[in-house]
């Protein structure tokens, strides 16, 4: 260990490989969609992150994305880099681009899960990210379970799907999906023009359905606020400025993809010395539980909610989670 402050038991990358994509979905991050790693570039991170976990002592989490990672002709070998190096890795697609030949080499390649995005059923999923993509991605999840990966479907939700909720959990059950968890779309207030932000009281109401899903087994509760009407013992807290990093196809370094600060770039810094060092994240592990939720009960485990949420709809993140139907606002 390099400090006693930095004491964990593991360590998340997300790690933006490409920003090509071969689809424009509503709800996206995106701006630009021509940033690419390449292979040699992309070692060289390989080996910062795993001098920070070397330096930090603890395990290594890899999720792959972009973009659209299944894009990136290199794919399959950083997944074996990493895993000789003793990393978990995990792929976060949107499933279009799987195949049967595609979820071999997966398998190959050692991948602890794959997680694909459905933001409904056909209808509306394909309104969101385009003609066609929801069957694609079916077939991709039929094509993961063929090899016994295991398979995690993420649904974003927002105003214009968060009805599907319900009818999406007995689909996924049915098709044979291991995992169904769902998160809120989080935009900064300003740039929401196609008004896909849930309002708070939308955001509570959804996440009662989930818990009575919860309790048959359909949906995974284990997000931000989640665990309120669940009253189940998975209590979330935001690792923004912990034990997580995300690093964009273009060498910028975010404490979290849905916190849209930029702490610096890769290229210029090692990722152990932006983790360690950076202003930015050394502020956000300073941050206390906000004073809005010291009377609550959850305070010293959920910590505030989602940082990201509260950024942006307010700059801040040292305030509670707007969405909180507990928090004295």
């Given amino acids: 260990m390099i400090m006693d402050t930095f004491c964990y038991k593991d360590f998340t990358l997300q790690w933006h490989i490409t920003h090509r994509c071969n689809l424009r979905c509503k ?30 002592g603890c395990i290594g989490r890899l999720n792959i994305t972009g973009g659209e990672p299944l894009t990136h002709p290199h794919l ?5 880099a990493a895993r000789s190096h003793g990393i978990r890795t995990g792929v976060l697609t949107n499933g279009t681009l799987i195949g049967s030949w595609e979820a071999r080499k997966l398998k190959a390649c050692g991948v602890d899960y794959v997680q694909i995005s459905l933001d409904g059923m056909e209808k ?18 039929y094509a993961l379970r063929s090899q016994g990966i295991f398979t995690s479907v993420s649904f974003t939700a927002q105003n214009s799907n968060f009805r599907e909720l319900k009818k999406l959990a007995s689909f996924c059950n049915d098709i044979g999906a291991d995992k169904l968890w769902f998160d809120r779309v989080i935009i900064p207030a300003a ?6 932000t849930l309002s708070s009281d939308t955001f509570s109401k959804l996440c009662r359905t989930a818990a009575h899903l919860n309790k048959r087994g359909r949906v995974f509760c284990g997000r931000a606020l989640q665990f309120i009407p669940c009253k189940n013992k998975l209590i979330y807290h935001c690792s923004a400025g912990e034990n997580l990093l995300v690093v964009l196809a273009n060498g910028d370094v975010m404490p979290c993809r849905r916190l849209l600060i930029i702490i610096g770039n890769i290229k210029d810094n090692h990722l152990l010395t932006l983790h360690r060092d950076s202003p930015v994240m050394n502020k956000l592990r300073s941050v206390g539980i906000p004073e809005g939720c ?8 959920c910590r505030g909610g989602s940082k990201c949420a509260a950024y942006a709809r307010t700059g801040r993140f040292d305030i509670p989670d707007p969405d909180c139907c507990l928090s004295e606002k």
């Fill in 191 to 196: 740039e929401d023009s196609g008004n896909l």
């Fill in 294 to 301: 010291m009377k609550c009960t959850y305070a010293s485990m």
């Fill in 76 to 80: 399959f070998d950083l997944l074996r």
């Fill in 27 to 56: 709800h996206c991050y995106q701006e630009d969609y021509s940033a690419f790693e390449g292979f040699d570039n992309a070692l060289n991170i390989l080996n910062q992150y795993c001098e920070l976990l070397k330096a930090y």
């Fill in 124 to 141: 509306v999923h394909d309104a969101i990210r385009g003609k066609g993509s929801f069957e694609k991605a079916v077939n991709g999840i």
